[in-house]
Each structure stands twice: as C-alpha cells, then as structure tokens.
C-alpha cells in the first residue's frame, strides 16, 4: 500500500463529495454544497492509495490563532489503516505553519481525536474580545465553538473538542 498525502486538487473534488455523502447519509457528516467543497478546495487534503483518493479533511480558519478541523474521512474499505491518522497529522502540521495555536473539532470519533491530543470542551476558550469578533462570522463552524444557543442542540449531537498546539 502506496499512501501518499497532499494538498486537494478542484479534480479531487468528485471523490471528496463521494466519501462526504457516505457518511452525511449516516449522519455522521454535515453534507456539503459541491460549490462550497469546490470553494474550499485549498482548505482540503487528501490521501491517495495508489493513485486513488481514499480520504479527506480539511482546515477551516477562525481567527488568528484558531482554526477547526472539518471533514476528516476515509472510505469505508480503507479504515483502520492509519489514513485517518496520517491526514489529521497532515492538518496539525499545517495549522503549525501558518501559526495556529488551538485547533477545534465537532466529532463522533471522539477516541481518534483524543488519541491525537484533543479534549472534550465546554463553553467557548476564547477571550471576551475574540469572542465579540467571532460572533460576527456566519459560518455554521464557528457558531458550534462558541457554544452558541441559536445551534442548540448541534446539528449532528456530536462533541466538541479542542487541541493545543
């Protein structure tokens, strides 16, 4: 097994809306608009198995020093594998680089995400300041951090958790 991870390509796009609608069927993803995954392509990695894109997810920013990690999946035939792991490393090790200090995630899979250094949270880890400016953001992501009444209860009933980088 050749795995390969790197960024998502617009050609990707059919694949990740492949993986995305399976588990959006289960209720375990929020399905996406094709323009919107489309949108957010550079936002997304992918991981290949020979040649073929077996897994996705994605690093959506909030602010300065926060980002959310979204869309972490991998095809149904190829879990277990450490494909998951290798793209969430992937995000992590991109969120360094460009400067975030806490990443956050709405998630089922809360013993994947805990093994990587995540924690459950509650209310919104964010000073009164930052917290003002995020409520001004539309995005759904950032409304589910902030622990807001107006998404209550969250959409999917997943948890919410946070790393420190």
């Known amino acids: 097994m050749e795995l390969v991870v790197r960024a998502a390509r617009t050609s990707d796009i059919k694949k990740i809306r492949s993986i995305v609608d399976s588990y959006a069927a289960q209720r ?69 680089e460009i400067g975030v200090k806490k990443v956050f995630c709405l998630t089922f899979e809360t013993k994947f995400f805990d093994s990587h250094g995540f924690n459950e949270i509650q209310g919104a880890p964010v000073e009164p300041d930052v917290y003002a400016q995020l409520l001004r953001s539309y995005d759904e992501g950032i409304a589910e951090f902030l622990d807001l009444e107006s998404v209550k209860p969250n959409t999917l009933g997943n948890t919410r958790m946070l790393k420190i980088l």
Do not use: P
């Open 28 to 96: 375990r993803l929020l399905s996406k608009e094709t323009v919107t995954l489309y949108e957010g392509v550079q936002e997304f990695t992918v991981a290949e198995v020979n040649g073929e894109v077996v897994g996705c997810g994605a690093l959506h920013i909030l602010w300065e020093d926060l980002a959310e990690v979204r869309t972490v999946a991998v095809i149904e035939s190829m879990k277990g594998k450490g494909i998951g792991h290798a793209i969430l490393e992937s995000i992590l090790n991109k969120a360094k």
